[in-house]
């Protein structure tokens, strides 16, 4: 990996505290930066689920035959097999983001058993920009994995790996290898890995004085004068 790691330390304090993906695009907000993913993307496995960790991405593209069309084409599974990241050994750390650019709604980008194999790996969970399958398999899976739909139908013979661990697309947002990628029930937020750090600091700081004002409204404060002190809502 050619990123920059975030510290273990770092990861666990944000996991710890489950810092939510409202308070994260409310701090990207106020730096210009950073995207969340269409609301079309959610838990297929786990509606409770929260993770955090770096992008591990994997670029899909549609096959386009090739200048010569009496030539036998290369095979499919030669053209997608990169999708199962080979050259990761051990993936704590990472989240796995697949994108076709569109959403890729009548194909699956990965399923039940890759899913099993990403979880092996160590993946805190997978994102993809599309279609998953086997649904049953997946519900058996602690990661979570984030989905446009289930579908039956798979991406051989019509897409192919461009390229992994660089970037990818999923609709508007281009996803860079080393972003934070945030998710929870609330969706997903894209943090570019340069203003990560900033970010984590000011996100734990929002956070307990977050906590501090939802317990003071459960004990009668009124919220609009909470409002004029923190500056938070």
Same mark, same amino acid.
């Given at each position: ?38 609301p079309h993307i959610q838990a297929i496995n786990a509606p409770e689920h929260y993770f955090v960790g770096q992008a591990y991405t994997v670029s ?37 983001? @697949? ?10 980008? @990965? ?85 990560? @750090?900033?970010l984590l600091q000011e996100a734990l700081s929002i956070d307990t004085t977050e906590n501090a004002m939802l317990e003071k409204i459960r004990q ?14």
């Open positions: 990996m050619s990123f920059k790691i975030i510290s273990p330390q770092q990861l666990e304090a944000f996991k710890s505290r489950k810092i939510s993906s409202s308070t994260v695009i409310d701090i990207l907000d106020g730096m210009k930066a950073g995207d969340a993913l269409t899909w593209k549609m096959v386009r035959k090739g200048s010569d069309i009496l030539q036998q084409q290369p095979s499919t599974w030669s053209q997608v097999q990169q999708f199962l990241v080979p050259e990761l050994n051990n993936a704590a750390g990472l989240v796995y983001v @697949a994108g076709a650019g569109p959403l890729l709604t009548h194909a699956a980008l @990965a399923g039940g058993m890759s899913c099993t194999y990403f979880e092996q790996l160590g993946f805190a969970g997978v994102v993809l920009g599309g279609a998953v399958r086997d649904l049953r398999e997946l519900r058996q899976l602690s990661m979570p994995v984030l989905a446009s739909n289930p579908i039956p139908t798979d991406t051989q013979g019509a897409y192919w790996v461009a390229e992994t661990g660089t970037q990818c697309q999923i609709e508007q947002v281009t996803v860079q290898s080393g972003d934070l990628i945030v998710s929870d029930i609330n969706g997903t937020v894209v943090v570019p890995l340069a203003l990560t @750090a900033q009668g404060a009124r919220l609009p004068e909470l409002i004029n002190i923190t500056g938070r809502i």
